[in-house]
């Protein structure tokens, strides 16, 4: 069993090296084989991007900054 790792960063928050930034963890169906799939597919469902800020952004501020698989 994989599990997908998404990171977001509070509202308001600036990001830097030390930010800290909340990890949400998914756990992957065995047919899905590609990770970077899947961090996009989840990324496209649940951020919208802005223009003005270059930031993927949820309905409650937060910022999408990424995944991993693990």
């Keep these: 069993m994989r599990t997908l790792i998404i990171m977001l960063l509070s509202s308001q928050a600036e990001f830097t090296v030390s930010s800290k930034l ?7 169906p065995k047919e899905i ?5 899947a961090v ?9 991007y802005n223009d003005k800020t270059n930031q993927w952004l949820l309905k409650d501020g937060s910022q999408f900054i990424g995944g991993m698989c693990e």
């Design 22 to 28: 909340d990890l949400i963890y998914l756990t992957l």
């Design 33 to 37: 084989n590609n990770c970077f799939q």
């Design 40 to 48: 996009d597919d989840v990324r496209k469902n649940i951020a919208t």
